[in-house]
């Protein structure tokens, strides 16, 4: 099982880092809580507001790794967490094209996964120290 789930995840990770980048709502909601798109779209639109978009290029997961799997009687509450080492241009742009803040190391995230119905689906993501503490 875990094997699965990783597959699914590493498959995700790379569409919805794709998706955030180029605003694509309509991908998201295929790979995101519902609670978890209402808040990206809260921060899209925010972004907009001032101005600004969030490119993310050159996107790499380095490694990956389940590390807790909730199996619960109820399908519905089935969650997973996965730890995610990856490595990207991340680039924050202003009205005028320029780059107003960047990332471009590694960085090393949690990502949990929901099952929704049949669908596992991307519901919070957790920076390292938010994760271990």
């Known amino acids: 099982m875990k094997k699965e789930l990783k597959k699914k995840s590493e498959r995700n990770y790379f569409i919805i880092q794709e998706a955030w980048s180029k605003k694509d709502l309509e991908t998201l909601k295929d790979y995101l809580t519902p609670q978890l ?18 490119e993310l290029t050159n996107i790499k997961l380095i490694k990956q ?25 991340d680039l924050t742009i202003d009205e005028q094209n320029q780059v107003i803040e960047s990332y471009d190391g590694v960085f090393v995230e949690y990502w949990k996964f929901k099952r929704l119905g049949n669908r596992i689906l991307l519901d919070e993501i957790r920076q390292q120290d938010e994760y271990e503490n």
Do not use: C, P
């Open 37 to 54: 798109l209402d808040a990206w779209q809260t921060k899209m639109n925010w972004y907009e507001f001032q101005g600004r978009r969030n």
């Open 65 to 89: 790794h389940i590390v807790n799997v909730y199996d619960s009687e109820n399908d519905d509450e089935d969650y997973f967490w996965a730890y995610i080492e990856g490595m990207m241009d």
